[in-house]
């Protein structure tokens, strides 16, 4: 992973060193930090190094995902800087700023990962009093840095999107990895942590930020920042990932009024990863300033897209096309909860005396972590009082509407329609809720779990795979397929995705006693066509990236079949399906379906469903009319279906196209489409070859 033209070697002629001291406990979270002074015996020369060490201990490493953070880091200064660097270079910027320290070495031994850095001390920077709030100067310096790093990003994806593509790849989302770990003492802590705050809140008093502060509760918190640290956003960037005071390094030059910040180092990569650039901004805002810089937000934005911009142009590139001013006002307001989420947990950790400092060396279990970190003594006045200041500025939500499915249109778990409006503004959203029956005797019945993990997986994971791949090769003609998904939540018995509702867009639901008529049927198999395409494509040019999305998949259908009331419930529809036929004048079609009589349809339908087919590809899984939606054009004399949303991913699965497009006609199209099969299926083919 190293690039030796980037990390110096400082091995040559220098064969004594000195450990000349350590920082404090608990100030390294994820490694131990040494500074250690390197001097030739031979003549004065010295090498000043902070080395940053790995936890050895299994329980830490267990619990943590340090080798990980550490491939991190070592590709950012590896990769990602000196890329950063050259495309600098490449368009002849002369002022040549630097933001972190020099990597003189580093190490991937597996329990003894190290990187070796300069020293920063040495050169006279300091690292701010974690007790202390930073002020105008600094904010406004840390902006500005923040601006130039971001424009790097923007620039290279805009004139280098290969080359972009394939550096972000390599980044481990830590963040996803603290979330998502059901029993990690990440969220535990944030869970602790939110009903700590709950008690500061005075009924009568803080009516209104507890108001704001509701959506954070009962593990709220938790699901909202799931959502921010995994979602693709438009206009990302590379982040630093772990903005607080205690990352960042200031020069200052004496005056004669006190001293004046002439430069700074950004520090710690470890949670490196891609998104939009409010995350850094926020976390820095919320975790180490007061309200008087949140009530001079706006010239604080000024300054960082002014340093972004001017910076962006100098790299050849354009600021108001790659991300717009307005764009980053807006991301703003859905982004900042990162800030604040964060600074829950990291303002308690700046306002613990230095004696309760928790030193993760100790070698805590999860459990003992998370008792300890809760129990660390810590200035609570302060940390009440600012937490109060931070929290008033959350965006205010309420909830306007709600509206429910009609019995039987949820078969796994319940829908709901709400409208939630901004407090502040005349701006409101309209969602769906698809929230997962907790009854344990519908769970023990039927794979209630199993089809919403398959339904969140593909949100998260599959259907952003394809809409990368298509970016990845320029189709410009992008194609919206299904709903946007707007949040998921995956704790077990409590599994729920947030959508975009359609219905406010003008979609309809088709109605489920018509038949499907030649317009629909040929939108469908050319919607379907383009679908099935991603699979076929990524297998061919990807095909390892393809295992890995295909195996996230659970084959609901099989976990059917191996319940007794599935069974009996095909039977009992062949047996209908039988008595319909007339001996004398449907003999022909008696005699067909002879074979799906009895348990062989049972039989059937399980060897289809399980088989790995040659040709396959990943499919939709729950065809009929019901699972989609459309949106129409009037044309005088009818209506014509111009667009429309696939919905419900819950039985996704790998298999042959055929299933998805038999599954839609059989259960929903006239005997005119049947006539005209060839038709429909040229129709389907042609979408799917030309995509």
Same mark, same amino acid.
């Not at 004594?16 to 390197?38: D, H």
């Not at 030739?40 to 020369?45: N, R």
């Not at 009609?406 to 829908?415: A, H, P």
């Not at 399980?606 to 088989?611: F, M, W």
């Given at each position: 992973m190293t690039?030796q ?16 001291e ?9 490694a131990q ?8 015996t031979?003549?004065?020369? =010295?090498?000043?190094?902070?080395? !940053? ?5 299994d329980?830490i490493r ?16 590896s990769?990602?800087?000196? #890329? ?5 270079r490449?368009h002849?910027v ?6 972190i320290?020099?990597c003189?070495k ?17 050169s ?15 904010i ?9 790093? @971001? ?11 290969e080359e ?6 390599r980044?481990y989302?830590?963040?996803a990895?603290?979330?998502?770990d ?8 944030l ?5 700590v705050i ?7 008093e803080?009516?209104?930020?507890? $108001?704001?502060? =509701?959506?954070y509760?009962?593990?709220g918190?938790?699901r ?9 956003? *438009?206009?990302?960037?590379? #982040?630093?990932?772990?903005c607080?005071?205690?990352n960042m ?5 004496k005056?004669?009024g ?10 710690d990569?470890?949670?490196?990863k ?20 949140f009530?001079?937000?706006? @010239?604080?934005w ?18 108001e ?9 807006e ?20 306002m ?17 972590l ?13 940390y009440?009082?600012?937490?109060? /200041?931070?929290?008033?500025?959350? $965006?205010?939500?309420?909830?306007t509407e ?18 939630? +409006?901004?407090?502040d ?5 309209d ?8 009854d344990?005797?519908?769970r ?10 398959n339904?969140?997986?593909?949100y998260l ?7 990368k791949?298509?970016k990845e090769?320029? &189709? ?18 409590e599994?729920?995705l947030?959508?975009?509702n ?8 088709f ?18 066509g ?9 297998h061919?040019? =990807? ?26 419930? %095909?039977?009992e529809?062949?047996?209908l399906?039988a !008595?319909s036929l007339?001996?004398? /004048? *449907? ?15 049972? *039989?059937?339908?399980?060897?289809i469903?399980?088989e ?19 949106r129409?054009?009037d044309?005088g004399?009818?209506? +014509?279906?111009t667009?429309?949303r696939?919905i *419900?991913?819950?039985m996704?699965k790998?298999?042959?196209? &055929?299933?998805? %497009? ?10 005119k ?10 129709v389907?083919?042609d ?5």
């Amino acid at each position: 992973m190293t690039d030796q033209n980037q990390i110096v070697d400082f091995s040559d002629g220098l064969d004594s060193e000195e450990l000349a001291e350590a920082v404090n406990n608990g100030e390294g979270y994820l490694a131990q930090f040494f500074m250690i002074t390197i001097r030739d015996t031979t003549d004065d020369k =010295q090498l000043d190094i902070a080395l !940053k060490a790995a936890f050895k201990d299994d329980k830490i490493r267990e619990m943590v995902p340090i080798r990980l953070s550490f491939e991190n880091e070592v590709y950012f200064y590896s990769k990602v800087y000196p #890329l950063f660097k050259r495309l600098e270079r490449d368009h002849g910027v002369s002022e040549d700023v630097e933001f972190i320290p020099k990597c003189l070495k580093v190490s991937m031994e597996e329990k003894s990962e190290m990187l070796a850095l300069e020293n920063l001390k040495v050169s006279k920077f300091e690292i701010f009093d974690k007790m202390c709030f930073l002020d105008h100067e600094h904010i406004g310096f840390i902006f500005k840095t923040y601006g130039r790093f @971001h424009a790097y990003s923007y620039a290279l994806y805009d004139q280098q999107p290969e080359e972009y593509e394939n550096l972000v790849g390599r980044f481990y989302n830590v963040y996803a990895k603290f979330i998502s770990d059901k029993n990690g003492f990440f969220k535990k802590y944030l869970r602790e942590s939110v009903n700590v705050i709950k008690q500061y809140l005075i009924p009568g008093e803080d009516d209104e930020i507890i $108001n704001k502060f =509701q959506k954070y509760e009962n593990d709220g918190i938790n699901r909202i920042l799931h959502e921010i640290v995994t979602e693709e956003c *438009d206009y990302s960037s590379i #982040l630093h990932g772990d903005c607080w005071s205690n990352n960042m390094m200031f020069k200052y030059e004496k005056t004669e009024g006190g001293k004046k910040l002439t430069d700074m180092r950004l520090l710690d990569w470890q949670l490196i990863k891609v998104g939009s650039p409010v995350c850094d901004l926020s976390y820095c805002l919320y975790s180490g300033t007061s309200k008087d810089i949140f009530n001079n937000l706006n @010239h604080y934005w000024e300054i960082y897209y002014e340093s972004f911009s001017s910076f962006l142009k100098k790299l050849g590139s354009v600021p108001e096309k790659l991300f717009p001013f307005e764009t980053f006002k807006e991301q703003w307001k859905k982004y900042a909860k990162f800030g604040m989420i964060m600074a829950l947990g990291i303002l308690r950790v700046k306002m613990t005396d230095e004696s309760d400092v928790i030193d993760f060396s100790d070698g805590f279990s999860s459990e003992e972590l998370n008792t300890a970190l809760m129990n660390a003594k810590f200035d609570e006045n302060r940390y009440k009082n600012t937490i109060k /200041e931070l929290l008033q500025g959350i $965006n205010n939500y309420i909830i306007t509407e709600v509206k429910t499915n009609q019995k039987g249109e949820g078969y796994l778990g319940d829908i709901f329609m709400i409208t939630v +409006k901004d407090a502040d503004s005349d701006k409101h959203l309209d969602v769906i809720i698809k929230a997962a029956f907790m009854d344990e005797k519908v769970r023990g019945k039927v794979p209630v779990g199993t089809s919403f993990q398959n339904e969140i997986n593909f949100y998260l994971n599959v259907y952003p795979k394809f809409k990368k791949f298509e970016k990845e090769r320029g &189709v410009s003609q992008t194609v919206q397929l299904v709903p946007k998904c707007l949040m998921v939540y995956e704790e077990e018995k409590e599994e729920m995705l947030a959508l975009e509702n359609l219905k406010v867009l003008g979609f309809e639901i088709f109605d489920k006693k018509a038949v499907l008529d030649d317009a629909h049927v040929e939108l469908i198999f050319k919607t379907y066509g383009r679908f099935h395409a991603y699979s076929f494509a990524l297998h061919d040019q =990807q095909p390892e990236e393809y295992s890995r999305v295909v195996a996230g998949l659970h084959n609901v259908y099989e976990e059917f079949t191996r319940q007794s009331f599935f069974g009996d419930h %095909l039977q009992e529809m062949s047996k209908l399906a039988a !008595k319909s036929l007339i001996p004398g /004048e *449907d003999d022909e079609v008696i005699k067909k379906f002879e074979k799906y009589t009895g348990r062989n349809i049972v *039989d059937i339908f399980k060897d289809i469903s399980v088989e790995n087919c040659d040709y396959s590809a990943i499919l939709h899984g729950d065809c009929w009319s019901n699972n989609m939606l459309f949106r129409y054009q009037d044309e005088g004399h009818g209506k +014509k279906p111009t667009d429309i949303r696939l919905i *419900d991913w819950q039985m996704i699965k790998v298999g042959s196209p &055929v299933c998805d %497009l038999s599954y839609c006609l059989y259960s929903g199209a006239s005997k005119k489409v049947f006539d005209n099969l060839n038709e429909y299926l040229k129709v389907y083919y042609d979408s799917f070859s030309s995509f």
